[in-house]
């Protein structure tokens, strides 16, 4: 393994750990040139995939990436990091089992909806309005709407609030 720090290919396992509930195996080494530490994770790959963007782009799927936008939509959220680390490799694991080597960016983005929405609300409400390219305030209330109980009533939809009366129930002002 390449050192990150000198880039000597002379490193050395110092200990290893499976994690992710046997999912994974973290090694941490060492670079025998520079003394530079770090970790590594092993995991198992059924099949590369290819994610075709929005644009027609395609691109390797990249399980970091992945992981970096659930952590952007869980930052300074209650949830412990291995719950995070379960999830994406949830996600994963769907993705390979899906048996296809080319997937849209939307289908996965659609995953991590659906993940999200059972682990946090705001994490879902965060990464529904850049995946779903929000625009304006309609937007959340759509997705909040959809978290209160699946209703999908948009602004324009909403009933008006009923107007105040002019005058208190006594008749006194």
Same mark, same amino acid.
């Given at each position: 393994?390449?050192?990150?720090?000198?880039?000597?290919?002379? /490193?050395?396992?110092? +200990? $290893?750990?499976? /994690?992710?509930?046997?999912?994974?195996?973290?090694?941490?080494?060492?670079?025998?040139?520079?003394?530079?530490?770090? /970790?590594t =994770?092993?995991?198992?790959? *059924?099949?590369?995939?290819?994610?075709?963007?929005? $644009?027609?782009?395609?691109?390797? =799927? +990249?399980?970091?990436? *992945?992981?970096?936008?659930?952590?952007?939509? *869980?930052?300074?959220?209650?949830? %412990?990091?291995?719950?995070?680390?379960?999830?994406? $490799?949830?996600?994963?694991?769907?993705?390979?089992?899906?048996?296809? %080597?080319?997937?849209?960016? $939307?289908? #996965?983005?659609?995953?991590?909806?659906?993940?999200?929405?059972? *682990?946090?609300?705001v994490?879902?409400?965060?990464?529904?309005?850049?995946?779903?390219? =929000?625009?304006?305030?309609?937007? =959340?209330?759509?997705?909040?709407?959809? #978290?209160?109980?699946?209703?999908?009533? /948009?602004?324009?939809?909403? +009933?008006?609030p009923?107007?105040?009366?002019?005058?208190?129930?006594?008749?006194?002002?």
């Open positions: 393994m390449r050192c990150p720090y000198c880039g000597c290919e002379n /490193t050395q396992v110092k +200990d $290893s750990r499976p /994690t992710e509930e046997n999912q994974a195996i973290r090694r941490r080494r060492n670079c025998e040139d520079c003394g530079g530490r770090f /970790t =994770f092993e995991r198992v790959q *059924l099949r590369e995939i290819t994610v075709i963007k929005r $644009s027609g782009r395609r691109m390797p =799927f +990249d399980r970091e990436k *992945l992981s970096r936008s659930v952590e952007v939509a *869980l930052r300074k959220r209650p949830i %412990q990091p291995e719950r995070i680390d379960r999830m994406v $490799s949830g996600i994963v694991r769907q993705l390979e089992s899906m048996g296809e %080597q080319e997937m849209p960016s $939307s289908a #996965i983005g659609q995953l991590v909806m659906e993940a999200l929405k059972g *682990l946090d609300p994490a879902y409400v965060r990464f529904a309005s850049v995946y779903r390219d =929000f625009s304006e305030a309609a937007d =959340f209330q759509e997705v909040l709407g959809e #978290i209160a109980g699946g209703n999908n009533v /948009t602004a324009a939809e909403a +009933d008006p009923a107007p105040h009366a002019s005058k208190p129930a006594d008749g006194k002002h």
